[in-house]
């Protein structure tokens, strides 16, 4: 037993070297990835197996250090983050949101991740895929409203994480274009009370998969984003949605190391 | 096999002596998390899988001893209640209800009862959340109708628990805020003959999860019961369900303890 | 093998002992729990698993001995029948029927059921439950007619069974009584023709499960039984079926002793 | 090895020994069964589970050969058909179809099947059950229609199989008689282009299962088989089929013993 | 180990060898089946089991050495694609899309591939099977838009596929030919601005499975596909559809060299 520990134990150790040393690398600019339009978020959520927790706990921490490997690959090309699911979804465990301006790119890293040691307990996966674009339902938004949802959102850690996809139903597709415009006016003002507080941001799915957008939304008051969602649920946009979650998925924010400690346990 | 039983005792006691003093820490205020609004209520169910009973009973109270010290571990800050579902739900054998103002403290809690060694049998969880509020929908309500709803209950032990997710259409949220007032009134009104012997509890779940309300009940007398929905089911308000259980989780009250024993057997 | 063999019979022999004393207690009063309003019916469908079959013989008679002493048990306050799905439908391979007066009681011979050796072998269980009621809805029926519903039906062996459930819609609740009396005369005489040779029985469901009703029928005229279902289907009140089946279960009427020689086989 | 294998060889010697005797008693009238109205057809498919392939050879050649014994005990007083469904259904890998003067006679069959070594790997069953009758919708259907239909189709093997269950909604069954012939009379007239080269079947499912109608099709042309559909799916009958398919079973019409071949190898 | 890798590498070889005379013998009119109305397309995904991955990497390369020979096999007659979905959908890992001129020869592949040692590790089957036809919605389309159809894409590699398959409602059916050809001319020229870099291709499926449509689409500009898709949903045509996707297949177009070297990983 003593032996196999300590064999682990190096192990880990040549790991995290070569960790530091693509690291070093460099980063994709994450920053780019995470505002501009034109890229493509995936949302990848899945459940441990039985087997992951029957493992010894040595044997999870290397698993779990190779996972750390395989998103520093990546990190070059991708803004890769975590959450924590298990809890408070019944849908997965946990949940990846991958940015990438090439989809191929996504899909290499979820090979690698699904073809490591630590993936192959990887099951039940969710994944569905959505492009981010320049805002343009609004063109004849008033400006003050333009300016109030500039104002940045309250500082400091955001620990909840919802996200919530969309299928419009086929008359929101047949309105005209000024006619939805004038709903997501009415819908952007009816959010706007909640800006400061709920991060949000929309990802266009349609075609991708069986959605029309994906709604990504952060906030440390779940209750504020709880009144949002109320809020929107009485314009006449939201008679539109012909799905509307199924899932919803609720988790935390995680760094990684805080999701390899949680599982590592 | 002697000695592995001895064992077995040896670390049971071990873990009841760390019970108590967990317990003597001190609990929630049980009482202010079951009765102020914004408090998180959430259901978690489910079904043990088939391991769970091909181990000897001794393995099986170990672990039952495990789960009653997680259970203490949260006491402080939440408030966990259990029922048994098995045998008149097939969606689920156990069902915990946590009250927690915050759901990281409610993640925390399954995160351990999930990683720990009874947890591990824990299968095919179902998972929702919602949160109280104060009475909103009724102000111009007739001051004799909310004095019969301040009447407390009959007294005594209320054996069976009856849980129904809702949700409502796109139509009921298009309403006024009056229209809706309305129809809850003759709602509550309906409801009133049955207040003495169902006790029933509300939680918001709008953007937690596929639901807009989780409805909560406990009564001695399931026709009781059974006439309240009937009559629910009659006035204006039910046409705007989309959702109206799927699951219905029905079981009966039970303390830990009679958990422990029954699953124990 | 030759002596494990003979420790089964000497087992089973010691169980047929018990069985024969715990008869003697005494029953329920099968009678009245089949006849009498206010009765809980509860429906549990099973598969058996894939374990199952690949015991060997002499073990699946003790087991199913046991399943004999567990029904036994509870035959003081229950009223238990079995009937065989197999074959006939896709959803379970046996059904138990078990009224009694109290769920709790019920609940707890399932519990005793799936915690017997032979209840670990059942799975994916379908369940759910109903009341009895005296008819309510006709009360401006004709003489003539109720005359006829009280002719007993043929008499000899009714070898199939069919369950339905059935959920109305809300326009249903929300008619009149007297809209849903008259309705419901419409029904009842289209099913008068077919009394004499397919038994019906009647559960109030609203509340206990995602149903308001569960129809049981027995006959040894399937062609009967499905005239009547086409008669059913064309009055008015079948409009009002949100759901009608799923599932649906057919199977035969079998006694507990042909239910465990087909599975002892 | 050698020895277990000439010990299979000897089995299946002496396996069909027995088939040949069984064969002799006589087979039930096949063509009765599958012409005359008021007999019950039952489609039972089935999947082969994952360890049938991982078995030796020569234990498939056994268990299939004890498969066709199952099937030649109960020849006297069924018909039964085999269809291989894999590769071209992904609902199951084969079908069987049964008719019976009596359904418990088909229930036994199934029981004989599933208990049966061979039946032990056929997992995910999907059954319904439908009865035969007479042509009863068109009373004033015009003689030449009557006389084309009474041709008999090409003569030859018809290799691919497709079966369609079907359920009306509840505004067929309150239409009138005269105006359900009319539309069915439209329908035949659509079909009639098409009766010689695609042979149809009729089972009345009303109350047996979640349907109202098993349609059965048999052709070597399979673009005529598409054309039919297209052009039933243009009548006005059509729109009251609330479902229809789910599953659409396709296959190859198969004897036995091309099935064990394929099985086999 | 040792020993057995070098036989595992003589298999290996012996298997090339074969496969080079196998191919030798001539593969089938590719192109004729790709472009030519009359030809039965077939999809068929599938998952590959947890067991997959857990063998030794040898295994698993002598595996997919076979899978390649089952391909080589089938060329004569069949024209066999394969795309990596594994990453991008959630439904499948592999997806095999097979051309024929016969259902038959379909299923004799399909059955080859499952029935061989790699073929045991797929799971989670979906099959789906359409036809080509010569495009007859639009008898009047005007000359010039005919023209523009059939300037060829762009050239150059299309890494991306997407399988959406479609069901129309009954209302579509009832309407008459011209209404049809109308909203398809209408559908046609919206699509026109993106038939240059997303190539689509059509297959009828009605009766053959629970669909009337498959539609298949390549490009390299994931973003014009989703601009094409959000074109159609605005035409009128689209709100026929009862199904649109579900499942919506997204992935990567591979050479099978490709496919094995990612599997083998």
Chains 1, 2, 3, 4, 5 share one sequence.
Not at 89 to 115: K, N, P
Not at 185 to 192: D, F, M, N, V
Request: hydrophobic share 40%; with cysteine.
């Amino acid at each position: 037993m003593r032996s196999s520990i300590s064999t682990l134990v190096r192990f880990v150790v040549l790991v995290c070297v070569v960790l530091v040393m693509v690291s070093a690398v460099g980063a994709a600019d994450r920053d780019k990835l995470l505002t501009e339009p034109g890229v493509y978020g995936t949302f990848a959520a899945f459940r441990l197996d039985a087997d992951w927790t029957k493992q010894d706990q040595l044997v999870r921490i290397a698993q779990l250090t190779i996972l750390k490997g395989v998103i520093e690959q990546h990190r070059e090309k991708l803004a890769i983050d975590v959450y924590l699911l298990r809890g408070l979804s019944d849908h997965a465990d946990v949940l990846f949101r991958i940015h990438a301006t090439e989809l191929r790119e996504t899909q290499q890293f979820l090979l690698d991740l699904q073809g490591s040691l630590f993936g192959k307990h990887l099951t039940d996966s969710t994944v569905f895929s959505g492009l981010t674009k320049k805002a343009n339902y609004v063109p004849g938004m008033p400006d003050n409203l333009k300016a109030e949802l500039k104002i940045p959102g309250e500082p400091g850690p955001n620990p909840y994480v919802i996200v919530i996809p969309i299928r419009k139903d086929a008359d929101w597709w047949s309105l005209s274009q000024e006619q939805r415009a004038a709903m997501m006016q009415e819908h952007t003002e009816a959010a706007l009370p909640y800006s400061k507080t709920v991060k949000r941001k929309l990802y266009h799915a349609t075609g991708l998969d069986d959605l029309d957008f994906i709604t990504y939304f952060e906030t440390s008051r779940l209750e504020d984003f709880q009144s949002l969602i109320l809020a929107l649920e009485k314009v006449k946009e939201f008679r539109h949605n012909r799905r509307f979650g199924h899932p919803t998925l609720l988790g935390t924010v995680r760094s990684l190391d805080e999701i390899i400690e949680v599982l590592a346990q």
